[in-house]
């Protein structure tokens, strides 16, 4: 229908100068006509030039004040034309987003005294915010001050719109169009002088394949694996996103009374609150090295509670895995282990820009005899030299369970500065040697982020957009391969 218009109207006419106007004024559907006129375009029956405004439309609620009048139109007539009325009674005789929206915008604009007791400071008011919304509805014009109040209260916004001016007859333009042939069939192949087929456009693109796509943390977090593996580690189980407080802090030397442990800064389950087992001649030894030290330290002199390291949480760190591996590598005859992980954590943070409630750590740990902090640095420049950062620095840091413990700070070249990027230490031996692993074996340990290194390299500045439901599919669909600037060894 909307074909047989534009053709039609064309035969007797030289353009079609709005096609938004001419859908309104034929009673068509503009998106359809859109549809017909971009399809004519290509076969070259008519020739049209793009066009595009910018509108504005009523949010819903701006739509609820043009029909219902503005909140604090509603709240100036609530009061009483002489004397006044209690705030309280105010309160009840509106509706609660009336009166709160109400009470500040008619303030504002001196309307009213506000305070217990509540007056008129004029006895008549107009209700410019529902006459301007109506103007918008009716396609009229507003001064820039008004404007500007009505998005600054979200009562606008501003719409694209696309669709084509100077609609003219093209070169192959006919009142109806030709009916071409678009397959090889038997029978077309038989009858081909009988028919017109239609131009092969050998610059069309095929028709997209649905399939699966690889999250750009999936993709970095496959790159830091791969590293991990060239440099010989062997990957931890995870999967355990559950963990009790003893594994998670008790087991690190890290005090119950550590801010980390308090409900502000972590995730406790309600059910099941507390573990049900725990290797009880472990848990006799860091009880001890937490009341009265020993290995060399004095401890932290407080009395230690079991319930305390019972209780379950969601894990804040990929260490308490650590804690678990290593509790086992001490059961057995020592043997020198290299181990990585990378996997989700919980921190019961403020989400922001730059934080979530959950990201994903990454950790690595030498296991050997003898290790230094010497060993530790020379580790972290070739782990950090296969990820194209080459330019390291290293910061004394405080962690209760690593003693000594660096940051670690790269050269940021699109920045300019110096950047932190991670965090290292050794072990304490009041962690390692209640586990039972000899006196002469030494943990080094460094750890990261996932989603930081992730954002860098795909130009994201907002880890809303990265990870969780406000994710953008087409980003998941479209992003890039990663390739970390590997360095050869």
């Known amino acids: 229908m909307a074909e047989e218009a534009i053709l039609g109207f064309l035969q007797n006419n030289d353009e079609i100068s709005d096609s938004g106007q001419f859908a309104a004024e034929h009673n068509l559907n503009h998106d359809e006509v859109k549809n017909v006129i971009k399809s004519l375009q290509g076969f070259r029956y008519i020739e049209a030039k793009e066009l595009k405004r910018e509108t504005l439309v009523l949010t819903d609620e701006g739509k609820k004040y043009a029909e219902e009048g503005s909140p604090e139109f509603h709240f100036f007539l609530a009061i009483p034309e002489e004397g006044s009325i209690s705030k309280e009674d105010l309160e009840k005789n509106l509706d609660a987003s009336v009166f709160k929206i109400g009470s500040t915008q008619a303030a504002k604009k001196k309307w009213v005294a506000m305070g217990k007791q509540v007056s008129r400071k004029v006895q008549h008011v107009e209700d410019k915010v529902k006459e301007s919304l109506l103007q918008i509805q009716q396609g009229l014009e507003l001064d820039k001050e008004n404007l500007t109040s009505l998005k600054t209260r979200k009562l606008i916004v501003t719409q694209g719109w696309t669709g084509y001016s100077d609609v003219k007859k093209g070169p192959n333009y006919a009142p109806k169009r030709k009916i071409f042939a678009t397959d090889l069939t038997r029978e077309n192949l038989q009858n081909w002088k009988e028919l017109e087929f239609k131009e092969y456009n050998f610059n069309a693109m095929g028709q997209p394949l649905d399939a699966g796509h690889l999250h750009p943390i999936l993709k970095v977090r496959k790159q830091f694996k791969d590293i991990f593996c060239q440099m010989g580690f062997e990957e931890m ?34 059910a099941p609150s507390t573990t049900r087992k725990l290797p009880e001649d472990y848990v006799e030894r860091v009880k001890q090295v937490h009341e009265s030290g020993g290995y060399g330290s004095r401890g932290y002199n407080y009395e230690w509670k079991r ?40 921190r019961n943070e403020a989400v922001d820009r730059t934080h979530l409630a959950e990201f994903h750590q990454i950790e690595g740990l030498i296991c050997d005899r003898g290790l230094t902090l010497g060993d530790l640095i020379g580790v972290l420049k070739e782990f950090f030299k296969r990820l194209g950062m080459s330019e390291l620095r290293f910061k004394p840091a405080y962690n209760p ?89």
């Open 307 to 346: 319930e305390e390291a019972n209780k379950n949480l969601l894990r804040t760190h990929t260490t308490a895995v650590s804690s678990r591996m290593l509790y086992a590598l001490a059961k057995g005859p020592f043997t020198p282990k290299k181990y990585f992980s990378i996997d989700r954590v919980f």
């Open 237 to 270: 189980p995870t999967n355990n996103f559950v963990e009790s407080s003893f594994w998670n802090f008790d087991a690190l030397f890290q005090p119950q009374q550590h801010p980390a442990r308090d409900s502000h800064d972590t995730f406790f389950l309600k």
């Open 401 to 489: 369970y690593t003693e000594p413990s660096m940051e670690i700070f790269s050269y940021h070249e699109g920045l300019k500065k110096w950047v932190e990027i991670g965090n290292s230490g050794m072990f304490r031996p009041e962690m390692l040697q209640p586990m039972g692993l000899p006196e002469d074996v030494r943990v080094i340990a460094w750890g990261l982020s996932l989603e930081r290194p992730t954002m860098i390299l795909y130009g994201i500045d907002n880890i809303r957009d990265l990870f969780g439901h406000k994710v953008d599919l087409d980003l998941i669909k479209r992003n890039p391969i990663c390739r970390i600037g590997i360095e050869s060894a």
